[in-house]
């Protein structure tokens, strides 16, 4: 059975960084599509960045210039450094795949993806 597991979550200070983790088992995974969602609480999911086949990257708006996007292919792990986070960030993180190389323009639509992780807090407190 295919399996994402996201670590390195907690809780951190405003200003602060964390990264993320997502070790994917039973599958490939960081030779697709991956992405990372958040959501927060009363919040619907949203995407914060993907990464593609090839390493291109995209992110939303919201984390540019921030947090970065990265894989290593030998451990079939995706990451997601986090800097200079806000409150505003606090949500639980998913990882999540798409079974394409290319994440495409709908990389931002939960939709796109076929397996996802149980996700990990992220907590920024003032």
């Known amino acids: 059975q295919a399996q994402l597991r996201e670590s390195g979550g907690g809780s951190v200070l405003a200003g602060g960084s964390l990264r993320l983790s997502c070790t994917g088992s039973e599958y490939p995974y960081t030779s697709y599509c991956m992405s990372w969602f958040r959501q927060a609480p009363g919040k619907k999911r949203e995407a914060v960045a993907a990464?593609?086949?090839?390493?291109?990257?995209k992110y939303a708006d919201s984390v540019k210039g921030r947090f970065t996007i990265s894989k290593d292919r030998a451990k079939n792990t995706l990451y997601l450094q986090m800097n200079s986070l806000s409150p505003e960030d606090t949500a639980m993180y998913y990882c999540?795949?798409?079974?394409?190389?290319?994440?495409?323009?709908?990389?931002?639509?939960?939709?796109?993806?076929?397996?996802w992780g149980q996700g990990t807090q992220v907590t920024v407190s003032p």
């Open positions: 990464i593609d086949k090839d390493g291109t990257t």
């Open positions: 999540a795949s798409d079974k394409r190389y290319w994440c495409g323009d709908g990389w931002n639509s939960q939709a796109a993806y076929d397996d």
